[in-house]
């Protein structure tokens, strides 16, 4: 079946450092792929997705690409904020099951002034 | 517009006793789907309703239901609660069954004693 593995956090950065998420992915089909973010308290928000293999999704600075050959979707952000500080989650949609997201299992980014 | 709207934010049950969730999706957003957020399990799908019909299920045991109605809010339901149902229930919309981008709710919190 489809699953998501993300590295293990929780990741602590100082502020203006480089991001980097790492997710790989198995599908039996041809997923789409996202990134969602949940800061304390609240709900998933989509930060960017990706539907086919080499598009590139972006959205606030965050940026992340999708490869086929690696069957990977990390997430980059060359320049963090302490506002990022929330935990990212990586996701697939699969036609083939259902079009249901299947989670990673999250990273908590921490940011320090 | 209004986002997903899931109501009540926070529960407390005693274990045994039923609880009826709701989430009102975003106007004209036809497709729910429910999920479980633990910190052991992480984000886990229960279900999906699209049309007032149920197009998908995970794997939970027949306890955890749900339904949708012709405005499409929806509703899920846990019977004889046990102390492990305790989580974040979240629900997303989207705009039709299969469509890659969805709208979460902030959840319910749901505690069982």
Redo the contacts between chains.
């Keep these: 079946g489809d699953s998501v593995t993300q590295m293990e956090g929780p990741v602590t950065l100082s502020e203006e450092a480089f991001l980097t998420i790492n997710c790989t992915y198995t599908a039996t089909g041809y997923p789409s792929l996202f990134w969602y973010v949940q800061y304390p308290g609240e709900g998933l928000q989509l930060l960017l997705k990706a539907t086919k293999a080499d598009d590139k999704g972006s959205n606030k600075g965050f940026e992340a690409t999708y490869r086929k050959e690696t069957t990977s979707f990390h997430l980059e952000k060359g320049s963090v904020q302490v506002s990022d500080s929330a935990v990212y989650f990586c996701a697939l949609s699969d036609e083939s099951s259902g079009d249901k997201l299947t989670f990673g299992t999250g990273t908590r980014l921490a940011v320090r002034p | 517009k209004a986002g ?1 709207t ?1 109501t009540p934010r926070y529960l407390i049950k005693t274990r045994g006793q039923q609880v009826t969730l709701s989430c009102s999706p975003i106007s004209g957003h036809r497709s729910v ?1 429910w ?1 479980q957020q633990t910190p052991g399990q ?2 886990q ?1 229960l279900f ?1 309703y699209f049309s007032e019909t149920q ?2 299920k ?1 794997n939970f045991p027949g306890r955890f239901s749900g339904r949708q109605f012709s405005n499409s809010r929806s509703e899920m339901n846990v019977s004889t609660l046990e102390l492990g149902d305790s989580a974040l229930y ?1 629900c ?1 919309s989207s705009l039709w ?2 469509d ?8 319910t919190r749901l505690t069982v004693v």
Excluded at chain 2, 100 to 107: K, L, N, P, S, V
């Design positions: 997903v899931q789907s999920y992480g984000l799908f999906e197009r998908n995970g979240l997303a069954t299969g890659t981008e969805a709208f979460f709710g902030q959840g």
